[in-house]
């Protein structure tokens, strides 16, 4: 497992409801993201050589009550540049924010700390109408 320095905000063990999060958006710079369930891949090819790789805990993924904290979020974040097998830790920031019309909490994660063209993951929201974000 390789992953590089993460930046959290608000702070690393700010906690929140899984829950309350019916939204994460991913920072793609404009490049191809691939998802697959909680695991993702940015490919910058061919304009850069390098292809990033990123994980959500598989735990915090699916729909859940539990409480977590920002910092056990991402349990892997690293770059390749392609056919070079080495994993090189990725340095990335992750940001609890609100919808400014819902006011919805949602997530942001940026590799690199670059907010730019968020394209918003297919995520698991729950439909059961408990243990939801109070309104």
Known sequence: ???????????GRFTFPRSY???VYIATAGFT???NFGEFTLDFRPTFTSVYHFTFAPDWW???????????I???????????????????TLSWKRDTLSAAPYLLFAPNGN???????AF????FGYW???T
């Open 74 to 92: 991402i349990t892997e974040c690293y770059y390749q540049d392609p056919p070079d097998p080495r994993q090189f830790p990725l340095n990335f």
């Open 21 to 23: 999060i019916a939204k």
């Open 132 to 134: 939801t974000r109070p």
């Open 115 to 121: 907010p730019a063209n968020p394209v918003q993951a």
């Open 124 to 127: 698991t929201a729950n439909g």
């Open 62 to 72: 699916v729909w859940t009550s539990n409480v977590y904290t920002m910092d056990h």
């Open 1 to 11: 497992m390789t992953i590089g320095a993460g930046t959290y905000v608000p702070w």
């Open 33 to 35: 993201l691939s998802q």
